[in-house]
């Protein structure tokens, strides 16, 4: 009987171990619960997670290469990036600039023109006859013609051609002179002469006179003021009025156009 309590009281003790090696098998699978609790699992990266990452990564490669100039082709390509659109500015700005001083220069030019224009018309209109004029050519003063003697009427017509007005210098003549100035001056007319009748080689109504062989005059002019018109050495035509009126530069107009002496 005492062996039987001693073998039931050694599975009981037995038992009681056995349990409490259960609790403790318990109490660590608890411990390790709480462990897990406090400690962060790591992520782990899928195949299609991980494309998706390197997808992102060379996308944003792209968009940096777009937006930025890569430093080795700045190196090689020197200031192209850049500079030429400082340099474009720079050549706009000198032509700009170049244009400006040509306008400046040329409406400069054409208004020192007209100025010059205006002061020989308002000169030419503004001069009137007066004592001054009675014994002066205004063509010669003003520098439109040359003076001119009965000695020098053979060297006169000697080239290929020439012009000379026989005048008397009165008031009418005068103001013809100032007409005949404007159409010498477009048509640039060098070879144009004035002859006196106050020349003291005789009369050019007088066919026999030395100033009317000087002059090439087979008969005597009739009246005066006329223009005579010389070619190569020889008397071309005389610009006189049939009717005895006074002479007008239209006349002379007539003659230049005959003879196509035009500018």
């Known amino acids: 009987m005492d062996e039987k309590k001693k073998k039931t009281t050694t599975k009981k003790t037995n038992t009681k171990t056995s349990t409490t090696n259960k609790t403790g098998v318990k109490k660590t699978t608890t411990t390790k619960k709480r462990m897990a609790k406090k400690t962060t699992p790591k992520k782990t990266v899928t195949p299609k997670q991980s494309v998706k990452v390197e ?13 930025s100039f890569p430093e080795e082709l700045k190196e090689t390509k020197g200031v192209s990036y850049e500079e030429p659109k400082k340099e474009t500015k ?29 002061f020989i018309k308002a000169e030419e209109s503004g001069a009137s006859y007066s004592e001054k004029w009675k014994d002066k050519s205004y ?9 001119l ?3 020098g009427i053979s060297n006169a ?6 012009f000379i007005l026989v005048t008397s210098f009165s008031e009418e003549e005068f103001h013809l002179e100032k007409d005949l100035a404007r ?32 002059l090439l005059l087979t008969e005597g002019l009739k ?17 006189l009025r049939e009717d005895e ?7 002379f107009q007539k003659l230049l156009d005959i003879y196509e002496i035009t500018k």
């Open 55 to 67: 997808k992102d990564i060379f996308e944003e490669k792209i968009i940096e290469e777009k937006t």
């Open 245 to 251: 009126k006074m002479l007008e530069v239209g006349d």
């Open 183 to 214: 159409l010498i001056r477009e048509n640039h007319i060098d070879d144009f002469y004035v002859y006196s009748l106050n020349d003291s080689c005789g009369s050019v109504t007088d066919a026999s006179s030395t100033a009317s062989q000087n």
């Open 157 to 162: 017509i000697l080239g290929s051609q020439a």
């Open 139 to 147: 063509l010669v003063e003003k520098e439109y013609a040359a003076s």
């Open 149 to 151: 003697t009965c000695d």
């Open 223 to 239: 009246h005066t003021p006329a223009i005579l018109y010389y070619r190569d050495g020889k008397l071309e035509e005389v610009a």
């Open 90 to 118: 720079a050549v706009w700005n000198e032509s700009s600039h170049l244009k400006t001083i040509i306008m400046v220069v040329v409406s400069f030019l054409v208004l020192a023109v007209g100025v010059i224009v205006a």
